[in-house]
């Protein structure tokens, strides 16, 4: 492969994924447990702990204290309840021993993109993430390729690739 082919393979690669970026911010975020409702606005309801799924008495009252809900019925979601999508105005209904207690979240940027991250945004974004993954390996390979002929790069790549090398099995031995 000569360097000119290389260098655009690269480029193009690079520049197309890009936006993938996102992944990186929302792993990062997620890694270090900042909370999916970071952006969003929750306002949370104390309820009367007696009722019981679909939870019709404590939607009513929820609507009683002047909440708009969203269209839909009540299903199971990580053991407990949801109430509309949660890519729009969403109802989470928390049982905890005798209390419950509705959320009312009106999910923000990030609660979306971490979705997105976690590929809930359906196959378009899988196959993007794929791509991603795969052109973050070709741009690995055609960076190496670009570099490989100067011998002080070439050194310390071999350096920085060992040093790598070895975080990751310590990781592993860490397990």
């Known amino acids: ?27 990062l ?16 309801h104390e309820l009367d702990g007696t009722d019981r799924p679909p939870y019709e008495a ?8 002047g909440a708009t809900l969203p269209e839909g019925k009540v299903r199971p979601f ?26 009312m ?3 923000g940027v990030y609660s979306k993109l971490l979705l997105v991250h976690k590929g809930k945004a359906g196959w378009w974004f899988t196959f993007l993430g794929g791509g991603a993954a ?4 070709a741009a690995y390979v055609t960076g190496v390729a670009l570099m ?5 790069k070439r050194r310390l790549m071999l350096f920085s690739a060992a040093l790598g090398i070895g975080a990751v099995a310590a990781g592993y031995l860490l397990l």
């Open 1 to 27: 492969m000569n360097v000119f082919s290389c260098r655009s393979l690269h480029l193009v690669l690079s520049l197309f994924f890009l936006p993938m970026v996102v992944y990186a911010v929302t792993g």
């Open 29 to 44: 975020l997620y890694l270090a447990g900042t909370d999916e409702n970071f952006t969003s606005t929750v306002t949370v």
């Open 58 to 65: 404590s939607l009513r009252e929820l609507e009683r204290r």
């Open 78 to 103: 990580k053991g407990n309840y949801v109430l509309g999508p949660l890519t729009d105005d969403h109802v989470l209904l928390i049982r905890k021993g005798d209390a419950l207690r509705a959320e």
């Open 105 to 107: 979240v009106s999910p």
């Open 134 to 137: 795969f052109s973050l390996l």
């Open 148 to 152: 490989w002929r100067s011998r002080s």
